[in-house]
């Protein structure tokens, strides 16, 4: 596998569609499309041209995109053919391509990949396109864009940009300590910005809970004694059924799972099996996946078929809400009294299935008014960003200047783990600039 | 014809380190030099040391070396600059008086032994094949060698402006080297030109002494060399001033006439030590720069003033230095000068300074592309020891930037290059923390000894010093305390319920080893020759902690050697334009290698997967061998 390969692959959806996009980069690039389609077209201008195979048999008809590198999306020379979406059309096409000398098929995420070695993309960016070819919802949207759109990093370097100016001013003051232009407090203006720089990206890191929830979706845990009616809610909302459901206790062993759209939001339901003492085996592992899943949990659904059995002793966390959700109304109705549970509902005759909707919806996170999404999705960047702000803190704490820039300059080593390095001629640059220096 | 082990070319800073440590390690040396007078000349300020150029000047000293031992015998005004900013950052300096210095420095090398000295011109280099083998002189002798360290200064087609006169020269009154510049061309090193300055010389009998301000020396001189018990030279008080509008407004009206400005001189000059043109152009809104005076010896009257180098004509030197206060009548002994000179670009060297393209030669100083004594003085005993090696079929010995500011020079200057004259300061040491100026001796003095560059007398005392350390940390260690027992005795501590040792509380502010010893008596056992290191070391030693994890990192990443061939077309998964850099930049090893530009992750375990499957590749082919 050389790099110095041209890759294609075919870029748009499942087949059949009215049209597909195949992609090709890589040096050969214009010269496979000179001889598919004729003349290169104009560098970024769509034309209309007929593809045909090297021996001259026509394929297919359509858009042909050429853009040259660097301007491209990989760096590289880069394709589009935009043609007929049948299945046929594409794989003679892609046969066509196959059979170039140097040509071959692009292995996954490829394209970004090379975009990435060849600069065009940090890793915020790669890693926000990822998520954005993947989103489901609205806000998984908005939120990949966020990132893949340079948004993110665009925060992260105004960060770096003002770490390194606060560095640039301590080291001006050790490193020319002997110089007239360098007052001897000039690093004494930096620590308030410093302690503003900490506030903010510990704000930003308080963000985090709720990007994973737009990310990975509100998880909600159905949870209840067995034969609590588990299982018949989740198929309830999944509209299909996916659990098996019994009249016997104990018949939900694993952890089932479906994930719904709700308001923009991805949501996670999890069905659990019933919690109690069991010797059967089967039933024992049911009930500790259940109590793992319970555990990262963001909302409790706590089912009962009557009153006085919403026993819950499970740990979850703090600020975990737990509904109660009174089940099987259509039999037991009449057992309830008001305020003995939050909800009452029947999967049967679907009462107050609308209810639950409207509860779950308000236990959402509220964007309303939000006009940046820029907020760390992944946990490697919470990471960074913690030990960032652990050091940030310490320089604030410590005392000596010398110990100061040690921390400052491992604030900066771990943003520029999600960003890029700071170099010690950056610093230096701004000092120069700054200052006349030179005895 | 005589041979040698090892000939060292140029007497200047760089020359006499290489020169001295080739010898210290056995070889049979020769030092060549125009002058014999002229061995240890300081042709710019005088004075050594500084910011990152005093801690080079301590780790040369470490090695058994000459820079320190010689400015602690020259110094005239003893400094130890950030004295309240913490040891990491603190810098000795010291004026030097000139004619002390280049005495000091050829008594040094005429006590050397195996060293010979030789006067001439040095007009090319004698090479067998491809390999450097000697030495041609001007005059026609020869000499051989099997390793040649060159440390030409500015002398590489040096060329010195003042105003729009242009003066072939090494330096004022010497001439240039042109012969080597084109040997060296002609194995096609990459060659770049640089510019630096130096300002007029005044005579200080006519300075008025009472219109300018003083700078004091320290009470108490730190010497540099760990061998240098006490200071004897009288202490002098150096003058300061200021220019003024005046002197600005006669230097902007003058701006073409000097040859930064009329676009005759090419190279590129350095930031951190601009002419007064660049700072009046460049910070001309400033309301003066500030002048030191600084007198070039006890019995000379020869006033260097600092901060005001240039390369106007000289009666525009004249005039503007005559309206800075003090000044307005002094006498100028030589006019200042901008000099033009060039330099490899040191990415053709290897770690141990030896020219990748011409094996058996070494460079070292300015002709690296560096400035200032200490880098040049260092650079040279990099050169001189790993000569002497290649000379005794020794492997070569490699500085880390995890050891030494000489490991962080080597490795900036050959991965990286360098844009402007590269000078040394503290920001560029990561491990800043851990390389400190007072601990240069037990992070360099071990190695040197196992390497066999420290002489008997430095050995004993270094040995006598490192044992009374150790039973100091060891008591300091053994001694503890809780936080009742320490609020008792009025030590602030956190309840807890944590003992404490001695050397933990060390590390508190304001703690030292004298104040516990209402605390623990014994502490008087401790040798106060060791007390400051212990008490230093004791303060930073959470962080030297923090940092040892980092620092195993790059070691491991710095033994990581990237063979001198490695192809890396044939490195499957890399960008062309990645390769290409790698291959311009030739990486030595993989540290270095993750610091060229564009280098992510997935290409730094691509590069380490590769090295480790050609070496399993050798150990095989080894194994089989064997067999």
């Not at chain 1, 000179?34 to 048999?57: D, F, K, M, S, V």
């Not at chain 1, 089912?303 to 039999?331: C, H, M, Q, Y």
């Not at chain 2, 962080?408 to 990286?416: G, Y």
Request: with cysteine; aromatic share 6%.
């Amino acid at each position: 596998m050389q790099i110095t390969d041209t890759i294609y692959a075919l870029s748009s959806g499942a087949l059949p569609a009215g049209v597909a996009v195949i992609r090709i980069s890589g040096p050969a690039t214009a010269d496979v499309i000179g001889r598919l389609c004729g003349a290169l077209p104009q560098p970024r201008r769509a034309a209309l041209r007929t593809i045909r195979t090297r021996n001259g048999e026509i394929l297919d008809s359509g858009l042909v995109i050429y853009f040259p590198g660097p301007a491209s999306f990989t760096g590289e020379d880069c394709c589009e053919l935009q043609v007929h979406g049948g299945r046929a059309v594409v794989h003679a096409i892609l046969d066509a391509l196959a059979g170039f000398e140097g040509l071959r098929h692009a292995e996954a995420g490829e394209f970004s990949r090379r975009a990435f070695q060849n600069g065009k993309l940090d890793l915020v960016e790669v890693e926000g396109l990822a998520d954005l070819i993947t989103a489901e919802t609205e806000m998984q949207r908005r939120l990949a864009i966020e990132q893949s759109g340079g948004g993110q990093s665009a925060l992260y370097q105004g960060w770096a940009r003002r770490l390194t100016h606060a560095r640039a001013m301590i080291e001006a003051e050790l490193d020319f300590a002997d110089e007239d232009d360098i007052p001897g407090s000039v690093s004494e203006t930096i620590w308030s910005d410093m302690a503003k720089l900490a506030g903010e990206i510990d704000a930003h890191i308080d963000q985090a809970g709720l990007a994973e929830i737009i990310r990975d979706g509100l998880k909600i845990v159905i949870a209840g004694e067995p034969n609590a009616g588990k299982s018949s809610l989740l198929n309830a909302l999944a509209k299909r059924d996916i659990a098996i459901v019994t009249e016997i206790a104990g018949t939900t062993r694993d952890v089932l799972s479906v994930d719904l759209s709700l308001a923009g939001f991805s949501v996670k339901l999890y069905d659990t099996a019933g919690l109690r003492e069991t010797d059967e085996l089967v039933e024992r592992e049911g009930i500790r996946r259940a109590r793992e899943v319970i555990g990262h949990a963001d909302l409790i659904l706590l089912l009962s078929e009557k009153p006085g059995d919403f026993v819950w002793n499970e740990p979850v966390g703090n600020d975990v809400p737990v509904i109660r959700v009174a089940t099987k109304i259509d039999r037991n109705g009449a057992n309830w009294a008001p305020g003995q549970a939050d909800l009452f509902l029947s999967t049967k005759t679907g009462d107050g299935i609308a209810d639950l909707l409207e509860e779950l919806k308000a236990h959402l996170p509220d964007l309303a008014g939000r006009t940046s999404l820029a907020m760390p999705s992944r946990k490697r960047h919470v990471d960074c960003l913690k030990q960032a702000s652990a050091a940030l803190a310490r320089s604030l704490a410590v005392e000596g200047l010398d110990i100061q820039a040690e921390q400052l300059r491992m604030a900066s080593d771990a943003l520029g783990r999600i960003t890029g390095r700071v170099d010690v001629e950056n610093l230096l640059d701004v000092i120069f600039s700054e200052f006349c220096v030179g005895k | 014809m005589t041979s040698y082990d090892v000939i060292v070319i140029g007497g200047g800073h760089a020359g006499c380190e290489a020169a001295s440590a080739a010898a210290r390690l056995g070889a049979r040396t020769a030092l060549v030099t125009h002058k014999k007078e002229t061995i240890g000349v300081m042709s710019c300020n005088p004075a050594i040391g500084g910011l990152g150029k005093g801690h080079l000047v301590r780790e040369i000293d470490a090695l058994d070396g000459l820079m320190g031992r010689v400015a602690d015998a020259a110094g005239i005004q003893f400094r130890l600059l950030n004295r309240r900013k913490g040891p990491a950052v603190r810098g000795p300096r010291t004026q030097a008086d000139r004619r002390l210095y280049r005495e000091a420095m050829q008594r040094e090398i005429d006590a050397i032994e195996n060293l010979d000295v030789i006067e001439g011109d040095a007009f090319d280099l004698l090479t067998d094949d491809e390999t450097v083998a000697g030495v041609i002189m001007k005059d026609g002798r020869v000499f051989r060698a099997a390793a040649v360290v060159l440390t030409t200064g500015t002398f590489l087609k040096g060329l010195i402006h003042v105003g729009d006169r242009k003066i072939p020269a090494g330096r004022v009154g010497e001439a240039p080297s042109v012969g080597l510049s084109e040997t060296l061309c002609r194995f096609g090193l990459r060659l770049g030109r640089l510019k630096t300055g130096t300002p007029a010389r005044l005579d200080g009998r006519t300075i008025d002494w009472d219109r300018v301000g003083r700078q004091g020396p320290d009470e108490d001189p730190v010497p540099f060399s760990f061998m240098t018990d006490t200071i004897l030279n009288r202490q002098i008080e150096c003058g300061v001033t200021r220019t003024t509008d005046a002197t600005h407004k006669i230097i902007a009206d003058n701006i073409h006439r000097s040859a930064m400005y009329s676009g005759q001189i090419e190279g590129v000059g350095p930031r951190y030590c601009p002419s007064i043109e660049d700072k009046i152009v460049r910070f001309g809104e400033r309301d003066g720069h500030q002048i030191f005076l600084e007198p070039e010896g006890l019995d000379d009257d020869t006033i260097y003033p600092n901060g005001i180098s240039t390369s106007l004509p000289e009666d525009v030197q004249a005039a503007f230095i005559r309206t800075i206060p003090g000044l307005e009548s002094v006498a100028i002994l030589q006019p200042g000068y901008a000099i033009e000179y060039d330099h490899v670009d040191p990415r053709e060297l290897q770690l141990s300074l030896s020219v990748r393209k011409m094996p058996g030669l070494f460079l070292a100083g300015q002709i690296n592309g560096t400035t200032g004594y200490e880098e040049a003085g260092a650079q040279g005993l990099v050169a001189g020891l790993n000569a002497a090696l290649a000379a005794m079929g020794r492997e070569p010995f490699v500085f880390s930037r995890t050891d030494s500011y000489i490991g962080v020079m080597i490795d900036d200057l050959t991965s990286r290059g360098i844009t402007e004259p590269y000078r040394m300061f503290t920001s560029r040491a990561e491990y800043r923390l851990s390389l400190r100026a007072d601990n240069a001796d037990m992070r360099l003095t071990p190695a040197g000894i196992e390497l066999g560059c420290v002489g008997e007398e430095r050995r004993t005392r270094f040995g006598s010093w490192k044992g009374a350390y150790e039973e100091g940390r060891t008591l300091l260690r053994s001694l503890s305390i809780t936080p009742n027992e320490g609020a008792r005795h009025g030590l602030k501590l956190n309840q807890d319920g944590q003992r404490r040792t001695a050397f933990d509380i060390l590390a508190f502010p304001d703690q030292t080893i004298e104040g516990l010893r209402p605390l623990w008596p014994q502490l008087e056992a401790i040798d106060p020759r060791v007390s400051g290191a212990l008490q230093i070391d004791a303060a930073y030693a959470v962080y030297m902690e923090r940092q040892a994890a980092d620092i195993a990192g790059i070691r491991r990443e710095e033994s990581a050697t990237i063979p001198d061939d490695f192809d890396y077309s044939d490195l499957p998964g890399l960008s062309n334009e990645l390769k290409q850099k790698l291959a311009q930049q030739r990486p030595r090893n993989l540290a270095q290698a993750m610091k060229v530009d564009g280098m992510t992750p997935a290409a730094v375990s691509l590069l380490l997967s590769w090295l480790r499957r050609q070496e399993r590749r050798a150990q095989r082919v080894a194994g089989q061998a064997a067999q």
